[in-house]
């Protein structure tokens, strides 16, 4: 069966930081992957999505970046991280069915 | 620009009440609508709907879907407190199942 891992659950960093999520799909071939924030418990939004390696397509501008190195793996990063940036980070990943999600990375901007 | 509205945002009844949630959308291109549920970390998947009129059940949950009026309801009979949970609704447009348009939930909490 196919499982999704995401790390860290939690994350408090400082203002101007960097930052690496990641998240790796254990169980399917190509994939596609899939990064959403949610606000404060609320609806998600679609930030990047990929269907192959090295194709990743952004849904809105902001201040972070995505990559898929490996098939089943995809990385949310940022260079400098703003207050704005706090939120729940959830990979996702689907096969021409229902998104499957992570448990999520709560991340905290201080 | 695609918009998924829900209501309530928030409800709070007691153990053995039925709840309906609604979600209203606006979309280009209909593909599907769908139900999560989010409990404290991922949300699981409940229902995907693509046809009016149909009802899709799931022990005490049920849900279905008006194109027509671009609706849909989820239904939550005699409610435990393992129904406390934030219910999101989405639509999936164009070609991908994982390009989903989130209402903003609504947070349901059951009272014993």
């Known amino acids: 069966s196919q499982t999704i891992h995401q790390w860290p659950a939690t994350l408090v960093q400082p203002v101007g930081s960097p930052l690496s999520l990641e998240c790796t799909v254990e169980g399917t071939s190509n994939p596609n992957l899939y990064w959403y924030r949610q606000a404060a418990g609320r609806g998600l939004q679609l930030l990047f999505y990929?269907?192959?390696?090295?194709?990743i397509s952004s849904e809105v501008p902001q201040n972070l970046s995505a990559s898929r190195p490996q098939d089943r793996q995809f990385i949310l990063s940022s260079k400098k991280l703003l207050l704005s940036d706090s939120g729940f980070y959830l990979c996702a990943w689907s096969a021409d069915e229902p998104l499957h999600f992570g448990n999520g990375t709560r991340l905290t901007v201080t | 620009e695609d918009k998924v509205v829900q209501s309530p945002l928030s409800l709070v009844v007691h153990e053995g009440d039925t709840v309906t949630l609604n979600c209203s959308y606006e979309v280009t291109n209909f593909r599907s609508l769908l139900w999560y549920k989010q409990e404290k970390k991922a949300p699981t998947f409940l229902f995907m709907l693509?046809?009016?009129?149909i009802e899709k059940k799931s022990g005490r949950l049920s849900s279905i879907l008006d194109k027509k009026e671009l609706f849909s309801i989820l239904n939550i009979t005699a409610t435990q407190t393992g129904d406390s949970a934030i219910y999101l609704c989405?639509?999936?447009?164009?070609?991908?199942?994982?390009?989903?348009?989130f209402g903003q939930g609504t947070i349901l909490t059951v009272h014993p």
């Open positions: 990929s269907v192959g390696i090295g194709q």
């Open positions: 693509t046809s009016s009129g």
């Open positions: 989405a639509e999936a447009g164009g070609t991908s199942y994982g390009k989903l348009t």
